[in-house]
Each structure stands twice: as C-alpha cells, then as structure tokens.
C-alpha cells in the first residue's frame, strides 16, 4: 500500500506546476489547489448497427435487449478489412431482429453539408474511417473537427467525435443486470 502511495505522490510531483511557476504565484491559505490530473476521456468501441450505421452510446440506450439477433466483438486482428481502421477499441458489431433506419449521414453528405472541397478523409473518434458504405447516425455526432490542409490540393480531414454517454447511476448496496437471466432451480 505504500509503495502506491509514493507512486501517486511521485506522479502528482512530476504533473504538477513547475518549480518556477510556483515561486511565482502568491501563497495564500484560501487559494485552492491545483488540478494535478485531469481525467482524459478515452474513445470507446465503435458500435455498428446492422452493418451499415455507425451509433453513439445513445443510440445504444435506445435498443430493447429483445430486438437483438446478434452481437459481434472485433479487435484489432478479427475485425473484417473494410472496417479494421476502426478497430483500435474495438467495434461492437450488433445485428437486429428489426430493421433500422436512423437519421443518418453518409461521407458524401456530411461533405456537402459541410461544404468542403478537395481530397477530404474522415476519422470516427480519431479512427479512420475507410468504408464509405458506413453512414453516421446523426444523433450519434456529438462534434466535429475539421482541421483543413494548408492548400486547397491537401488534404481536410474531418473527425467525428461521437456522443459518449456516463453509466447511469446505481443507488448504493444496487447491482442491477440488464438483459434476461434464467436461474436454475
């Protein structure tokens, strides 16, 4: 246990303001302290409806457990070609007994929408993405950054950051379980 808290003290240590950027700020008991860490959301799996829609977390949220036919894990490795660029967290393959038709945009679309001109790229939470088959639900798109070339011949790349939804709170001494489970007698 200790060696963990020297850890955590040697890491606030080396995270924190530098020895000059301290000497030059007034101490003062009511100045609170600084943030030593700050918490970097990382990108999650990339959820794909009936192979054809990219989601968000929300659009998973909107999914009865009962419409589900199927759910495919890929990694890195397994992930079919035209989708192993997205693959890096993961991609949550899920196909429904329904079919779905979100609103959604394709890359041509969202390059018509946004007006751009010249070889563009699209990234899905910094992953490229390659199929042009796959279309983005629009209630998925949380933002979008565009960071242009320096000429009009290079190239734009436009990155789409998905809406990434915090779990839902669970009260304490509550374990809840989503799905169906049977118990055996």
Same mark, same amino acid.
């Given at each position: 246990?200790?060696?963990?808290? %020297?850890?955590?003290?040697?890491?606030?240590?080396?995270?924190?303001?530098? @020895?000059?950027? /301290?000497?030059?700020? +007034?101490?003062?008991?009511?100045?609170? =302290?600084?943030?030593?860490? !700050?918490?970097? @959301?990382?990108?999650?799996?990339?959820?794909?409806?009936?192979?054809?829609?990219?989601?968000?977390?929300?659009?998973?949220?909107?999914? %009865? +457990?009962?419409?589900?036919?199927?759910?495919?894990?890929?990694?890195?490795?397994?992930?079919?070609?035209?989708?192993? %660029?997205?693959?890096?967290?993961?991609?949550?393959?899920?196909?429904?007994?329904?079919?779905?038709?979100?609103? %959604?945009?394709?890359?041509?679309?969202?390059?018509?929408?946004?007006?751009?001109?010249?070889?563009?790229?699209?990234?899905?939470?910094?992953?490229?993405? !390659?199929?042009?088959?796959?279309?983005?639900?629009?209630?998925?798109?949380?933002?979008? !950054?565009?960071?242009?070339?320096?000429?009009?011949?290079? !190239?734009?790349?436009?990155?789409?950051?998905?809406?990434?939804?915090?779990? +839902?709170?669970?009260?304490?001494?509550?374990? &809840?379980? &989503?799905? =169906?489970?049977? /118990?055996?007698?």
């Amino acid at each position: 246990m200790r060696f963990f808290s %020297s850890l955590a003290l040697l890491l606030a240590l080396r995270c924190g303001p530098a @020895p000059a950027a /301290l000497a030059q700020q +007034p101490t003062s008991a009511a100045q609170p =302290l600084p943030a030593l860490l !700050e918490p970097v @959301p990382l990108p999650g799996p990339v959820y794909i409806i009936n192979e054809r829609y990219v989601v968000g977390d929300n659009g998973l949220r909107a999914i %009865s +457990p009962q419409s589900i036919r199927r759910v495919v894990v890929y990694k890195n490795g397994s992930a079919p070609a035209k989708w192993r %660029s997205l693959a890096y967290y993961g991609i949550l393959s899920i196909t429904l007994t329904t079919k779905v038709r979100p609103d %959604s945009k394709s890359q041509a679309q969202l390059r018509r929408w946004l007006k751009l001109s010249g070889p563009v790229r699209f990234q899905v939470d910094g992953q490229l993405l !390659e199929d042009d088959s796959l279309r983005v639900a629009t209630a998925a798109i949380a933002t979008l !950054e565009i960071r242009r070339g320096a000429t009009a011949a290079d !190239e734009t790349i436009v990155n789409i950051r998905l809406v990434r939804l915090p779990p +839902p709170p669970v009260p304490p001494g509550q374990i &809840r379980i &989503r799905g =169906l489970a049977h /118990l055996a007698p």
